[in-house]
């Protein structure tokens, strides 16, 4: 049976899911190394990096696809990472689980609940490790985006073509 087709979100917004058959990050170099990888993708580039949240077993990632393309946009990132992963553990083949999943972003609503979730997500999980663990975690949402937070609530003003106030913490 063929996988369904992707939505295709009227904005270019997308929540993004990648599933590791395994762990995705045992290290905190692991943790560093998909981060750089985000970063030097979106670099330059006519599309933007919202937040992510980096979990034990999963990424998490809000984009912007812009004239990019969101295929066009995970097929580097999760490629270069399977790479650099397989080759610093002595692996070979699939890392993650299957393709990764999308969810349209449509709203400004659906914006700010996806972003909260995320954040939530690595407060509850510490980034998908058990309480307790020697590994250090990294969650990178307000902190980390690329945008400030002017340039974000400017984008979504743009996007949604909407006013807000502020973007709440």
Known sequence: MAREKREISSTGMYHILLRGI???????????????????FFEGKNAKLLGYSLLK??????????EVGISAIMKPISTSYARYFNRVNDLQGKLFYDRYKSEPIESKTELADVLGFMKNM????????????SVKTFSFIDDYCRMTDEELKDYIE?????????LGK
């Open 122 to 133: 690595g407060a509850k999980y510490s980034g998908g490790l058990e309480k307790g663990s």
């Open 158 to 166: 743009t996007a949604f073509g909407v006013k807000i106030s502020a």
């Open 22 to 40: 395994d762990e995705l990050f045992s290290k905190d170099e692991d943790f560093k190394e998909f981060s750089s990888i985000l970063e030097n």
């Open 57 to 66: 077993n999963r990424v998490h990632i809000v984009i912007d696809e812009g």
